[in-house]
DNA sequence: AAATATTTTAATCATTTGATTAAAAATAGA
DNA sequence: TCTATTTTTAATCAAATGATTAAAATATTT
């Protein structure tokens, strides 16, 4: 039997094909013919590949979430920096991570929602917003306030403007510089906000 | 020529089963089959009523973007209440609506990507953000920081945790009721929080 | 070079899907 | 009641779409 020699380059179109479609218009409006136009190749051969859409989606998607939560996991987890420091750590690291990927938290938000057995990293997730050092050091901070409060304010204020990035190209409203400006200047804004929701 | 006399009863329902399929499953995974099946009815008479699809979800959209602007849009332009009243009026009437309607922003800011010319009501939206009079009380608070940043902290506090409620749901972190005993608790806390960030 | 294995393509299939049509059923008007 | 109008349905269409097949092109091995 014949060993199995795929030419990594082909491959390699095919998925980056698929990353740059399957995020833009999402899982079910995207066409196995779009990606394999995209890529610049027939559409038979993304079968040949991937077996079947499906396949190929559950591969993009994973990378995605890994994406989404590989630049906080390792932080949120760390016992040897201090709340303060986690924080000066996760804001400009995950909104640089955003910058690069516009996109991607309303690909995963809204594909999750439509599919939630896709999330196939649901566990790991659970246990960051619920048994990470972040937790713990959230909770003797302020013990009255459930820490998942102020994780969906840290993660939300990186995560939320790129979620309505939408709107504002549809409402005319910010070009892509303007929209970049106004992350850069969140970097130092988001970390003082939530150093100040901690402290009153 | 015979006057249109259509019976409410079934254009309500098919309109409200519309809504139910086309907010859980966005507009390219809905097929016109399911939205007939959940009216209880047949296929054709969709199309009798409403023409297409597409004439179809163009009501729905319309209608979500009225109830995801139309809480905030009278709030935002009153010029008889403080910066500090309309916080205070905001932030509650909008975590009611999104209580009410917990699938609201995910559904219409995918569809918004997917389908920016969906998005009938930029121009008054794109007026909210820039030229309401939240805006110049907001600038004279705080003239050397951006006014959209508040904004997108104000509504991305309310809007965020809903957003990420299938993540929530899919980890099984968090049920319904303990879901609303959190966004309960934010009601009184995103107004102190954003209150800081202003005075400070 | 010849033989074998791998990669790529064009053509085609079977299903799904939005939409239409023609007829039946229900309702209103005389 | 009889007729015209409106509403509803079953059957069907045409296009789109995910996937397969068989053959051609390319690469690898001997």
Chains 1, 2 share one sequence.
């Not at 994406?67 to 750590?89: C, H, R």
């Not at 048994?131 to 050091?137: A, C, H």
């Not at 790129?162 to 409203?173: I, M, Q, W």
Request: charged fraction near 20%.
């Amino acid at each position: 039997m014949a060993k199995k020699k795929i030419d990594a380059s082909t491959e390699e179109k095919i998925i980056e094909a698929a990353r740059k479609v399957f995020t833009e218009k999402g899982y079910a409006a995207t066409r196995t013919r779009d990606i394999a136009e995209e890529a610049g190749l027939n559409l038979a051969l993304l079968n040949y590949y991937f077996r079947s859409k499906e396949k190929l989606f559950s591969l993009v998607m994973a990378e995605k979430i890994g994406q989404l939560f590989g630049v906080i996991a390792p932080i949120v987890n760390d016992d040897k920096t201090s709340l303060q420091e986690k924080i000066e750590l996760i804001v400009p690291a995950y909104l640089n991570v955003l910058l690069q990927n516009p996109g991607l938290p309303l690909f995963v938000l809204s594909e999750i929602r439509n599919n939630p057995e896709h999330f196939s990293n649901r566990v790991q997730a659970g246990k960051i917003l619920t048994q990470s050092i972040l937790v713990k050091q959230l909770l003797e901070k302020q013990p009255n306030v459930n820490p998942l409060q102020f994780i969906l304010n840290l993660l939300g204020m990186c995560i939320f403007p790129f979620v309505t990035k939408p709107v504002f190209e549809a409402s005319g409203l910010l070009n892509n510089a303007s929209f970049n400006q106004l992350i850069e200047e969140r970097k130092t804004l988001i970390v003082k906000w939530v150093n100040l929701m901690l402290d009153n």
